[in-house]
């Protein structure tokens, strides 16, 4: 099952890839109807299904948009530059970016809670199983802890949470990179996380919006103050 969604990642990842390019290229004009999910799944020789999580990233990522009934359109790129983050200098960055995901990720929790469908819930628990997996073996996967955070911010059938938080990947993996290294020399910090992880999933997915919701907000502060608070001596 792991291997098959994998699988379909992969080829989600290379339909997205190519499409994009196509449209940064210019081989699409703005407010150009791209092919059905049909033809483009006989042009990738791939399925429905893996056109339709690649397309969705695309709409994720500001790149096109959807017209009910009528499909999906190249976006006018020129108005989607984001007011930007600019690199990740120093610690007060680093406590800037968890202070702003204390604001957001919450609140994506607690609508993930009160909307999650079936296939936002699996994509979650993918992404906890791989934290497992890590976990048992005394390692942490900061592209699985991001895929975590980003599926519920995908659960919760919101957007702007999604969008934000890949305008924020970068900073977010800098903070999640020194996180593990530090969880790694505390003991059972590796575990204490993964506790974390799974109370917030089983928050959503039994639909405890109150409990998603502070679940993932004492998940994020505690992860800032593991790794910022002052060091005793």
């Given at each position: ?231 005793e001596t």
């Amino acid at each position: 099952m792991s291997n098959g969604l994998n699988a379909r990642r992969s080829l989600s990842d290379t339909v997205f890839e190519r499409i994009q390019k196509a449209i940064k290229s210019g081989a699409y004009g703005v407010d150009e109807r791209l092919p059905t999910e049909h033809v483009l799944a006989a042009e990738f020789q791939v399925s429905r299904p893996v056109v339709r999580d690649a397309l969705q990233r695309l709409r994720d990522q500001g790149l096109i948009y959807s017209r009910r009934g009528a499909g999906s359109f190249v976006r006018e790129q020129g108005i989607r530059e984001p007011l930007g983050f600019g690199q990740m200098q120093n610690l007060s960055d680093l406590q800037h970016c968890y202070d702003f995901r204390l604001t957001i990720e919450p609140e994506a929790a607690a609508m993930a809670a009160e909307r999650r469908s079936e296939d936002a819930l699996h994509k979650i628990r993918t992404a906890l199983s791989l934290l497992r997996d890590a976990t048992n073996r005394q390692a942490h996967r900061a592209d699985a802890d991001f895929m975590f955070h980003l599926s519920i911010a995908h659960a919760s059938a919101n957007p702007y949470f999604a969008t934000a938080m890949q305008a924020l990947e970068d900073h977010i993996a800098v903070g999640m990179r020194f996180h593990g290294l530090s969880l790694k020399s505390a003991g059972d910090g590796l575990q204490h996380v993964f506790v974390e992880h799974s109370a917030i999933y089983q928050a959503i997915l039994n639909q405890d919006i109150s409990a998603a919701r502070d679940t993932m907000h004492k998940h994020i502060a505690g992860s800032r103050d593991r790794l910022l608070a002052p060091r005793e001596t």
